[in-house]
T-cell receptor, first 115, second 114 residues
Framework: AQKITQTQPGMFVQEKEAVTLDCTYDTSDPSYGLFWYKQPSSGEMIFLIYQGSYDQQNATEGRYSLNFQKARKSANLVISASQLGDSAMYFCAMREGGYGQNFVFGPGTRLSVLP | DVKVTQSSRYLVKRTGEKVFLECVQDMDHENMFWYRQDPGLGLRLIYFSYDVKMKEKGDIPEGYSVSREKKERFSLILESASTNQTSMYLC?????????????FGDGTRLSIL
């Protein structure tokens, strides 16, 4: 069964510093996608970044980058130059190839950015 | 941009009432999902649908039903609301196939059952 682990229930970071949120996954499907979502206190889930299992390069989207280590089955999110508005819950998720409901979410990490 | 719209951000109902949560997406996605989210428990899948009139149970379907009469609309129904159904409800949609396709979420409905 596919599984996502986020070992950090909570993280603190100083404003303007970089922070890494950990995510490890488990799957036997060679084709899969990894996603990160942000959920601020208002509740909406915002899609941040995607990494495909066959991608040779780490994904980047603005201040977000994904440190993808396929052999270790890890897909850590790096946020550079943290801002107060980055304070939120962050969820790692995985989708395997094929049809149907094959999406699984991790338990989340709560990030607090300190002024 | 994909738009997933949930009918209410906040909703207060009484025990025993029949409650309808509506979700509409505008991107012609085949898959639609209903999750509930509770502190410490993460996102738990209630039901999903991969086509009109098709539905599949998720992890916690008890006490809920769903309806998908049109491709763009997926409704969650609490047949007889109970206080333990007080929660945040999130609707999502995605294309039916492709490991590179994310789920897109609505803003969520905070439901309180009194």
């Amino acid at each position: 069964a596919q599984k996502i682990t986020q070992t950090q229930p909570g993280m603190f970071v100083q404003e303007k510093e970089a922070v890494t949120l950990d995510c490890t996954y488990d799957t036997s499907d060679p084709s899969y996608g990894l996603f990160w979502y942000k959920q601020p206190s208002s509740g909406e889930m915002i899609f941040l970044i995607y990494q495909g299992s066959y991608d040779q390069q780490n994904a980047t989207e603005g201040r977000y980058s994904l440190n993808f280590q396929k052999a270790r089955k890890s897909a850590n999110l790096v946020i550079s130059a943290s801002q107060l508005g980055d304070s939120a819950m962050y969820f790692c998720a995985m989708r395997e190839g094929g049809y149907g409901q094959n999406f699984v979410f991790g338990p989340g990490t709560r990030l607090s950015v300190l002024p | 941009d994909v738009k997933v719209t949930q009918s209410s951000r906040y909703l207060v109902k009484r025990t025993g009432e029949k409650v309808f949560l509506e979700c509409v997406q505008d991107m012609d996605h085949e898959n639609m999902f209903w999750y509930r989210q509770d502190p410490g428990l993460g996102l738990r899948l209630i039901y999903f649908s991969y086509d009109v009139k098709m539905k599949e149970k998720g992890d916690i379907p008890e006490g809920y039903s769903v309806s998908r009469e049109k491709k763009e609309r997926f409704s969650l129904i609490l047949e007889s609301a109970s206080t333990n159904q007080t929660s945040m409800y999130l609707c999502a949609s995605s294309l039916i196939q492709g490991s590179n396709q994310p789920q897109h979420f609505g803003d969520g409905t905070r439901l309180s059952i009194l």
